[in-house]
């Protein structure tokens, strides 16, 4: 049926228009406030500012360092909201990242790592965050050296274990930010019968289309909301129903897509 299949191809074509736009959306945001801290910096690619952030973090006048941009930041809400998300983009990109290391197909997440840099930069990380963020940061980096160590322990010697680890990931009792983060999804999207099957699978079709609204095209960047909301990281480590993901995870990114839209 001709007729159909245009409306079909035209209701996925809106679909893709709004996901990009949204996704346009929250990059203009991020790149808007990262140039209002970068300013401060005296940088202007806002991947240099990530890097000077991430850089600060072990060395020996890191809270000095962290207080002095605080201050700094502290009449711009989109300066304070850059120096956060500075911070966010190098913790993932240093530790959470699930992109394929070479053509390994192994993921790149570091969650021992992450786990300590958290715990030897606490009193920094508190600079920045609030108490219950830092609480957040620290749950998060426990959930996923558990979920690792898990994964850990069912690979087969000598075999890619794709299939054993996906069984043993959707068997277990894992949380679905574990699941989803190294279980069962690269960094390449959220698409159906690509890398990231497994999250349509485990969120939901309401949770995933709210995370696509609220320009989250990929996990990395969902992990990378976590970081920064209490909320939302609470949410992502409850324990997935069948083939769902909590309620709570649902209305969470709802709200994220919500203030995309009025951002």
């Given at each position: 049926m001709p007729e159909t299949e245009k409306k079909l191809a035209s209701v996925e074509t809106a679909s893709k228009a709004v996901d990009e736009l949204a996704a346009a959306r929250r990059q203009a945001l991020d790149e808007q406030q990262a140039g209002v801290i970068g300013k401060l910096m005296k940088l202007d690619?806002?991947?240099?500012?990530?890097?000077?952030?991430?850089?600060?973090?072990?060395?020996?006048?890191?809270?000095?360092?962290?207080r002095r941009l605080v201050s700094a930041a502290e009449k711009s809400p989109d300066a304070k909201a850059g120096l956060r998300k500075a911070i966010a983009d190098f913790i993932q990109r240093r530790f959470i990242s699930n992109t394929e290391a070479a053509t390994t197909g192994a993921g790149t997440l570091k969650s021992d790592g992450f786990q300590t840099f958290v715990k030897d930069n606490e009193r920094a990380l508190a600079v920045v965050f609030t108490p219950d963020e830092v609480a957040s940061l620290k749950a998060i980096a426990d959930d996923l050296q558990r979920a690792n160590r898990s994964i850990a322990a069912v690979k087969i010697p000598g075999q890619s274990n794709t299939a054993q680890d996906l069984t043993a990931v959707a068997q277990g009792e894992h949380s679905t930010l574990g699941r989803i983060v190294r279980g069962l999804a690269g960094a390449a999207g959220w698409g159906v019968g690509g890398p990231g099957w497994g999250v349509a699978a485990f969120l939901g079709a309401s949770a995933l289309n709210s995370a696509r609204r609220a320009g989250m095209a990929k996990v990395d960047d969902?992990?990378?909301?976590?970081?920064?909301?209490?909320?939302?990281?609470?949410?992502?480590?409850?324990?997935?129903?069948?083939?769902?993901?909590?309620?709570?995870?649902?209305?969470?990114?709802?709200?994220?897509?919500?203030?995309?839209?009025?951002?």
């Open positions: 690619d806002p991947a240099d500012v990530t890097r000077a952030v991430g850089a600060i973090f072990g060395r020996q006048d890191a809270v000095r360092e962290m969902l992990v990378r909301d976590a970081l920064l909301d209490p909320a939302l990281a609470k949410a992502l480590m409850q324990k997935a129903g069948k083939g769902t993901a909590p309620r709570t995870l649902t209305r969470r990114l709802l709200s994220h897509a919500r203030s995309t839209w009025a951002d």
